[in-house]
């Protein structure tokens, strides 16, 4: 299993710490490193300086990912132009991530100005084309989101591969991650969801007469640690309530809301719905949110037994990333988590 680290813009990093932080990841022995992508935040430039400060310390460089970039927000040409240049920066060092961000909520699409798109076409035309420039290729394609006549981005043919691989939760966008994707990038799982992931992605795989072991399970699982266990849940309650919650008049049957409600949460979610309806702030939600779901899909507490509890929580897949979740946010409080969660530790542990 490879382990990667993964920092996202709420680690209020500057890139001279970045910087730092990824020259201090590839020392620690991780093998990547990724971040989310979204309005406000160019993830490819920051990949782009993570790489360049990482092949400072060692050979080649560190891989980096984005995981992931929802594409409503992008047309597929500018994506994998954009995918194509890091890709070829870091000779072949970089891997693409989409999703689709919450196209299912109609105040998500009134806010970016698209469509009423569904998700699953809505991403089956990104990865048949993305993939498909990404690959040298001239791209007719006729489909829900997406319409090219003649489009090539014109590479050379010794261009580096960049893999695409697909935010996936339900069984349909698994099944499609097997079908048209080089990897599935879950989120907030447990073991056992792992494994059930694994064999919907197995399904789309033998739908398209794909082996499935061409497809690569990853996974974020977020870690935040403290002495102050409380003050170390309350920051992971905080980090997964806009996904946990699902905004009022929007459906409860897609995303992550229906993805806790598989896990048996749904009546402790509507609680604190309901809760956020009248009126209570997020410092109140994230003190009630269940104890036993952030213990069920990610880790909380003290340094020493984080590399244990990442361990467990990432049985069954192929990259596993420590997302970090600081206390805080400034450089000590990543690289306490980076410390607590390097490879090496949590391959002991293993063993």
């Known amino acids: 299993m490879e382990i ?50 990482s092949a400072e310390v060692t050979d080649g460089g560190l891989g980096t990912g984005i ?17 194509a240049t890091l890709g070829e920066l870091t000779g072949g060092r970089f891997i693409l991530g989409v999703g689709s961000g919450s196209v299912y909520s109609p105040g998500y699409r009134q806010m970016l100005g698209v469509p009423d798109w569904k998700p699953l076409p809505l991403m089956r035309d990104f990865l048949v084309t993305l993939r498909g420039l990404l690959a040298g290729e001239r791209i007719d394609y006729a489909g ?16 580096p591969r960049v893999p695409v691989y697909l935010g996936a939760l339900g069984p349909g966008m698994l099944r499609l991650a097997g079908e048209a994707s080089d990897g599935a990038a879950l989120n ?12 919907r992605v197995a399904e789309g795989a033998a739908r398209a007469d794909r082996d499935p072991s061409e497809v690569r399970i990853v996974e974020y699982i977020r870690v935040c640690v403290d002495d102050d266990e409380d003050a170390a849940r309350r920051a992971l309650a ?3 309530l806009p996904y946990a919650l699902v905004q009022p008049g929007a459906s409860k049957d897609h995303g992550y809301r229906a993805h806790f409600a598989r896990m048996g949460f749904d009546a402790a979610l509507s609680d604190l719905e309901a809760r956020r309806d009248r009126g209570a702030a997020t410092a109140e939600l994230a003190d ?27 049985q069954g897949l192929d ?33």
């Open 67 to 83: 995981s992931v970039v929802p594409v409503p927000i992008w047309s597929a040409p500018a994506l994998a132009t954009a995918a």
């Open 288 to 314: 009630a949110f269940p104890t036993d779901l952030l213990q069920l899909v990610g880790y909380f507490g003290k340094a020493a037994g984080a590399a244990s509890a990442f361990g467990h929580l990432a």
């Open 144 to 159: 829900t989101a997406v319409n090219l006549r003649g489009v090539s981005l014109g590479r050379r043919k010794d261009a």
């Open 319 to 351: 990259l596993a990333i420590v997302r970090v979740v600081p206390i805080r946010p400034d450089e000590a409080a990543v690289m306490a988590v980076a410390e607590a969660c390097r490879p090496l530790r949590v391959v002991s542990r293993e063993s």
């Open 188 to 199: 907030w799982c447990n073991p056992e969801q792992i494994a059930w992931s694994r064999e």
């Open 4 to 53: 990667g680290l993964g920092i996202d813009p709420g680690a209020g990093l500057t890139f001279p710490q970045h910087r730092e932080v990824a020259r201090a990841a590839a020392q620690l022995g991780y093998e990547s490193i990724w971040t989310p992508a979204g309005v406000g935040n160019d993830a490819f430039q920051t990949c782009a300086q993570w790489w360049g400060a």
């Open 238 to 240: 905080r980090a997964i």
